[in-house]
């Protein structure tokens, strides 16, 4: 044990084994009094670290598309959705959407075009839902039986990327992502336009978008007493009528 009274710099410097231009701690620096200016020290150097390690992962591997993980990634958080709660999925997808944002636009449309494919509708669930439900159809007198047959065809037709949607919707800020995600879905389509599992993808994240949109709207009437700028954005914006003047406006 160091003595309380040695000098406060002892905390990193005197337990690390150096060589030219790196530092190794045993973990003996634990045992260091804390002062708060030393605290400070020691998370800067953890921090400076990491930030290396961080930029060598960079360079190196997350160019690089490791489709296996992110495969498993979306596999994690749309079928556990009912087994992990929700901050457990919360930080699986935050962790999906940080990965995507590292990746260059050509790994981006690998990931895209694996989302489309693997994670769209379960045929094998879809045609056993059919079946059962042509079957109630044809058979049964019960309409109620009918109709739970149908709702879960319904369910087993919506393409599983749709859950990951709605998961990366939850988070701050997920909305402006998935805006963003489809421009690139967007991007990928005028370059291979005989993508159909990518423009179907597309058109789903559409339909999503917009629903959660007119969600959010808060509707007002636009009248004289409304204040200037909204009355001159009404006059710019206005497709149907010409606007010339204030007295069209009004």
């Excluded at 930080?91 to 959407?97: A, D, E, F, I, S």
């Excluded at 709207?217 to 009528?241: C, F, M």
Aim: glycine share 4%; net charge neutral.
């Amino acid at each position: 044990m160091i003595s309380p009274t040695a000098p406060s710099s002892a905390l990193i410097h005197s337990s690390t084994h150096c060589g030219k231009g790196s530092s190794v701690r045993d973990g003996s620096e634990l045992s260091q009094p804390l002062e708060p200016a030393n605290v400070r020290a020691f998370w800067d150097n953890i921090n400076q670290e990491d930030e290396a390690d961080r930029s060598v992962a960079t360079n190196t591997q997350q160019k690089a598309v490791d489709i296996a993980k992110q495969r498993m990634l979306v596999s994690t958080i749309i079928h556990q959705k009912d087994h992990k709660g929700a901050v457990m999925l919360g930080l699986y997808t935050q962790r999906l959407c940080d990965v995507y944002e590292r990746l260059d636009k050509p790994s981006r449309v690998v990931f895209l075009q694996m989302l489309s494919r693997e994670f769209c509708t379960a045929k094998g669930d879809a045609r056993e839902s059919a079946r059962r439900y042509l079957e109630s159809a044809a058979k049964s007198s019960d309409p109620i039986q009918s109709v739970l047959f149908a709702r879960n065809l319904r369910d087993d037709l919506t393409p599983l990327y749709t859950e990951l949607f709605d998961q990366i919707n939850r988070l701050p800020g997920g909305f402006a992502f998935l805006v963003h995600m489809r421009a690139d879905m967007l991007a990928q389509i005028r370059n291979d336009r005989d993508d159909a599992a990518l423009r179907a993808m597309s058109d789903s994240l559409m339909k999503k978008l917009e629903t959660w949109i007119i969600g959010t709207l808060d509707l007002k009437r636009i009248t004289w007493n409304s204040p200037a700028y909204t009355i001159e954005k009404l006059g710019q914006y206005e497709a149907v009528h010409a606007v010339k003047s204030w007295l069209d406006v009004k």
